[in-house]
């Protein structure tokens, strides 16, 4: 189960609302949807929570960049929601990396052999099944090296990686008296306590 929340700062306090993020595809699109509720360009916070998962934390001041923060990233990134916040920049990437790599296993198959390219003729066939026979004798003693790692947990197996755990601007709450040894103890429910320390407890109860 989902929730989303949204705390616009105001000159008398906070205001919420509940947000609805069927329209949301992109982070563009939060941000204008954070940006859209700012008052005088003031501070919105758009908290993002996947029940005993993961929350996030999007922080959008005035016209600048969004600031963001993930209490799991490897959970996120199992959600259509936390595939918004996790972008190339947050993650290390380079931007439009899995793009790429999309677009290259299109034109090339598993054997390396582009769309349309001849196989080779039978003879470098036949030269090649010599050479894997040979590599296959040699290597029938050799043990079962086992599985692979992880691409997951792995940082060297490729741009499809997540890390485990938080991710994003530690600091993203330290203005509003959460600091970042309190938001890393953040996990269930962590809006609540969110709101108390911005004094936004009594408008946020009033939308959930």
Do not use: C, H, N
Not at 41 to 47: G, K, P, Q, R
């Amino acid at each position: 189960m989902y929730f989303a929340a949204l705390l616009a700062r105001t000159e008398d306090g906070w205001e919420a609302s509940d947000t609805e993020l069927d329209d949301v595809e992109t982070l563009s699109d939060l941000t204008d949807l954070a940006q859209e509720a700012s008052v005088d360009e003031d501070t919105v916070l758009v908290y993002i929570e996947q029940e005993d998962a993961w929350f996030g934390i999007l922080r959008v001041d005035g016209e600048e960049d969004p600031r963001i923060y993930v209490s799991d990233a490897s959970a996120a990134a199992r959600s259509s929601y936390g595939e918004i916040l996790l972008t190339d920049e947050l993650l290390g990437r380079e931007p439009g990396a899995e793009d790429e790599i999309a677009a290259l296993e299109e034109l090339v198959d598993l054997d390396g052999t582009e769309d349309g390219e001849p196989d080779g003729s039978a003879s470098s066939s036949a030269t090649t099944t010599d050479r894997t026979t040979t590599r296959d004798a040699d290597t029938d003693s050799d043990p079962d090296p086992g599985p692979g790692p992880d691409s997951r947990s792995d940082p060297d197996s490729g741009s499809d990686y997540v890390p485990a755990g938080p991710i994003g601007e530690l600091g993203i709450l330290a203005d509003f008296g959460v600091s970042e040894k309190d938001l890393l103890t953040l996990r269930t429910d962590a809006l609540t306590e969110i709101a108390d320390a911005l004094g936004a407890s009594e408008v946020l109860e009033a939308v959930r």
